[in-house]
């Protein structure tokens, strides 16, 4: 047998299935042995560690312009970085199309954006906004067959909106191509309503803002998604789930054989609309604004629930980083969003804590196990996805993606020693055992004790037809 490249020697290696000590052989960029005292020409001791396949995170907001100009404070080297830091290895943002232009066109621009400067592996979801003639008949079903098999769409925001019609319309044509839609999954109208009662009662501070975004209007629209679903027989990921009523949704649908998968993220474990707030003088509450918003201790409690029996496919974060001051006045603490919420940019920085605070919260504290922890950062993204099993799992023959767990280590989350472009983190001073202290690419070390290394050395990816079909 040729030698191998290198050898990570006595970690725990935990996959979506069990847990096994054993050593690891990598040989150009692949894993192909796995087995005890293997020798290679490197070696890395991971004796007390946990080896995991790298995060992939599916849910993540780089580079992407926004309508009032506000631009994101992470592009693809400083997300990508941020990303490996928090040990993933492969991150999926989206390329969003501008209302009016050709989708392809603006696949193309996120390309010129990430190229030569990603940290992780990449590949994006699409989303579509304006699903003319020429997309939906076109450059659609072209790109899902170029790789690009999965799209979002929103069922709010004024410039992302779609009516009914053209939701049915996008299940339509992923149905036909074997695309896997993710949605987001709010009402419109009743935010819109809500939002414009709370402003006449004066209610205008970033508080508000989960008022607005009423948990019913979640639900409502993700009932709504998942009819349209059915009526098209179409697999879709209703995204960012918030708590209880449209986890309900799911469930709902589950039970009656419907092919709906289910995302959450950190927010929804780690903060409540009490964080929201801030209605003080430093409009704190600005920083926890996000779309659908964090909801309460009872949506936390649905939210494990879901986590450990599987009404969750999948954890990722939704990092869509603003900062909170600047540059210029475009931060969520600029002028406009001080005379109401509706100006707050929506999302929040998460893709480097999203491990760590699932691991923490999650492992440590045995609300589910090291091998559920896999299956819903790695393994299920990567199989719903398209991924797998090059990606999302450690067998022979898959890329070399690892994370090492130190399960012990204890540290609190500081926005001091985190490496993504936002100037805060919403989850400062949370106590966190258990991080990863190492992240590898394809065998390469990409970061280490929390630190990026080396040079942009990820690869974008086509991907398959997702596991969704079958
Ligand atoms: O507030 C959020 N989540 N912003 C990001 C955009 C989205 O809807 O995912
Ligand atoms: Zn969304
Ligand atoms: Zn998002």
New binding site residues.
Partial sequence: MTALDLVITGGTVVTAADSYVADIGIRDGKIVAIGQDLQGDDRIDATGLMVMPGGIDA?V?LDQPTSDGTVMADDFASGTRSAAAGGNTTVLP?AMQVKGRSLRDCVQEYHQKADGKCHTDVSFHLVVTDPTPQVMGQELPALVRDGYTSF?V?MT?DDLVLDDRELLEVFDVARREKALVMV?AEGHDAIKFLTRKLEDEGKTAPFYHGQAHAQIAEREATHRAISHAQLIDVPIVI??VSGREPMEQIQWARARGLKVHAETCPQYIALTADDLQGLNMDFNGAKY????PPRDADSQAAIWQGLRDGTFDIFSS?H?PFRFDGPADTGKNNPRARTSFKWVP???PGVETRLPILFSEGVSKGRITPERFVALTATNPARLYGLYPRKGTIAIGGDADLTLWDPNLTRPIQQQGLNHGCDYTPYEGMQITGWPVRTLLGGRTIAQDGVPVGDAGGSYLSRGTSQAYG
């Fill in positions: 849910h907001h989206f979002k929103f925001y987001h995204v960012h604004v996000c779309s659908p939704d869509c929506n999302g929040i």
